[in-house]
């Protein structure tokens, strides 16, 4: 089967997947003979969880990474990677007929797998095949169910907590936190950043038998511009890092990335401490407070990214940027709208080819009744037009979705 037609009937699976907790990925990891012999590295968290993901990648890229991240951006193949590079369209037809022949199967007894089960076990089937020596899994969403977790970790780590995806993970932080837990491994070690939940993540290690490292060290120093940060970390050693991903929310992602980085050499893996140094110091992670001319790209969709991106605007913009964006009908949009309207006088709107996205005079409605001067822009090629002739001189400021940042990515002709 071509790589397009393994992408469409993964994505198709929306319609008939049932999800019954980790069973269905259990099944598929069964019937494809995934058992890995390398160590596994977990990482969940509201916010945050794939720029540390990055991080960690860019760090031990030596020891042949696998990379397991969502969502993409521009292409599914993006979401899948060995040594930094998205899986081949070879491999998506290769490993994914084979996946999707398995899921046939299971289909006849009565299991059946969502998409994103379907691209877990796809990845899961990469790095294997392909010999990738260290995996790395980013959660979807939450922890005690996400289909990574039926992949046993040797080292986890837990970043951010906030509230996102309430009505699957609970209304109250203590709730999303214990979810977000569930990735634990009995006798294994999980770092934490610590700040909101972190009672509940101590509460569950200690119930689970894990070994939970919070927080993971110290900031000692640090300086930010609008391009990165400079810092002195503190771990079980030293470190003065160049952070290359702008916001000063990532000095935290890097000090969670270093003491899971400290601790994979339990594991059996090579990574000096200049490794370190140069693994962050080369990351680069797409559409997180990503600038390209004018624009300034940012996948932002909850409340809590939202506030992290408004204290990065306020830290170095003179004045505010005009808004392109777009948002999913399933967030808080109430709540995503208020955030924005602390920083953002003027909005653009636009519509998303995504049976998930609120219309773009609807958004625009809601983006007003927070004080924005907010336009429905129709596409958003259309959209990104009327925000470049409103901005001038200015910048025009991407976010809301990660779907919109890999539209307008494309349409800039940046490569994913």
């Known amino acids: 089967m071509k790589a397009q037609a393994v992408i469409e009937k993964i994505h198709a699976s929306r319609g008939t997947g049932v999800k019954r907790g980790l069973e269905n990925t259990a099944r598929l990891m069964e019937a494809l003979n995934i058992h890995p012999a390398v160590p596994v590295i977990h ?92 995996w790395i899994l980013e959660t979807g969403m939450g922890g005690r169910t996400d289909p990574t977790t039926a992949i046993a970790a040797d080292l986890c780590g837990i970043t951010s907590i906030g509230l996102d995806h309430r009505q ?20 294994k070690v999980c770092v934490a950043s610590g700040g909101p ?110 506030r992290s991106l408004g204290e990065y605007i306020r830290q170095f913009f003179p004045e505010p940027p005009i808004l392109l964006t777009a948002v999913m009908e399933d967030k808080d949009t109430q709540a995503v709208a208020k955030e924005f309207g602390t920083y953002i006088h003027t909005a653009v709107t636009v519509n998303l080819p995504e049976h998930r996205a609120m219309k773009d005079t609807e958004w625009a409605e809601t983006l007003a009744e927070h004080g924005i001067h907010a336009e429905a822009g129709g596409s958003v090629q259309q959209g990104l037009e009327k925000a470049v002739r409103l901005a001038g001189d200015r910048p025009v400021l991407v976010a809301g979705s990660f779907y919109l940042a890999g539209i307008v990515r494309t349409l800039a002709g940046l490569n994913p």
């Not at 699957?168 to 006798?187: F, P, S, V």
């Not at 200690?206 to 120093?221: D, E, N, V, Y």
Request: aromatic share 4%.
């Open 197 to 306: 939940g972190e009672t509940v993540l101590q509460e569950e290690a200690l119930r689970i038998g894990a070994h939970l490292i919070c927080p993971p060290g110290s900031i000692q120093t640090s300086y930010s511009d609008r391009m990165g940060s400079d810092a002195m970390l503190v771990c079980r050693e030293t470190y003065h890092l160049h952070i290359p991903l702008p916001g000063t929310h990532q000095i935290q992602n890097a000090l969670l990335a270093v003491r899971m980085l400290e601790e994979a050499r339990q594991l059996g893996l090579s990574i000096p401490h200049e490794q370190i140094l140069e693994g962050i110091q080369e990351t680069h992670w797409p559409g997180r407070l990503e600038w390209h001319d004018q624009l300034l790209i940012d996948g932002a969709h909850n409340p809590p990214a939202v």
């Open 43 to 134: 990482v969940a968290g509201t916010n945050g969880k794939g720029s540390t993901c990055a991080m960690l990648e860019s760090a031990l890229r030596s020891n042949r990474t696998g990379l397991f991240t969502s969502p993409f951006l521009q292409r599914y193949e993006e979401r899948i990677r060995l040594c930094g590079r998205p899986m081949t369209e070879e491999m998506v037809s290769r490993y994914g007929s084979e996946v999707l022949d398995c899921a046939e199967e299971l289909r006849r007894q009565g299991i059946h797998p969502t998409p994103f089960e379907l691209g877990t076990a796809l990845a899961a089937l990469t790095f294997q095949r392909e010999g990738a020596g260290v």
């Open 168 to 187: 699957y993970l609970g209304n109250t932080l203590d709730a999303i936190a214990r979810e977000k837990a569930g990735i634990m491994c009995q006798g």
